[in-house]
């Protein structure tokens, strides 16, 4: 599937997790929520060199919460957060415009069987190293939740 970087390099999610476990997440830097980005961080820093990763995906769906443009982006995630993750380019995650990768992603249920659009920033998905969806968490699961952890564990095996 193609997608394109923060940094508007031309790529695919298979590119971009490298054949990893990977958390999609759609991201926004002006939320509530904006502060998961610290445990997000410290996923990548604790499971990549197991083979994990993290993929930001910016989104301004959300009560206009991402705003900027990609390059205040990376300065907003780099600078507070430290990111280390690759983020895509700037995406719609709902509706008429929703980027191709949302249309697969949405199809998953979370744990109470729902599926659908996406309720707000910081939704997960995580994903098999061969690609496949395996767990959907809403918002509220924060990335340390002990679901989340114990869910990249099982795949990480």
Not at 10 to 17: F, H, Q, R
Not at 45 to 57: A, C, H, N, Q, S
Request: net charge negative; aromatic share 8%.
């Amino acid at each position: 599937m193609k997608i394109t970087t923060l940094d508007g390099a031309a790529t695919t999610l298979d590119e971009m997790t490298g054949g990893k476990v990977a958390l999609v997440v759609n991201v926004a830097s002006k939320c509530g929520l904006t502060p998961q980005y610290t445990a997000l961080e410290q996923l990548q820093k604790e499971y990549g060199p197991r083979g994990f990763t993290v993929i930001g995906v910016p989104c301004n769906q959300f009560g206009g919460q991402e705003p900027g443009s990609a390059q205040d982006i990376q300065t907003f995630c780099s600078t507070t957060y430290g990111v280390s993750f690759p983020m895509t380019e700037k995406l719609e995650v709902n509706g008429p415009g929703k980027h191709p990768l949302y249309a697969e992603l949405t199809e998953f249920a979370d744990e109470e069987g729902n599926a659908g659009d996406i309720q707000w920033n910081f939704e997960k998905f995580l994903l098999s190293a061969k690609g496949e969806v395996v767990a959907r968490f809403r918002p509220a699961v924060t990335p340390d939740d002990e679901k989340v952890r114990s869910a990249i564990e099982s795949q990480l095996k």
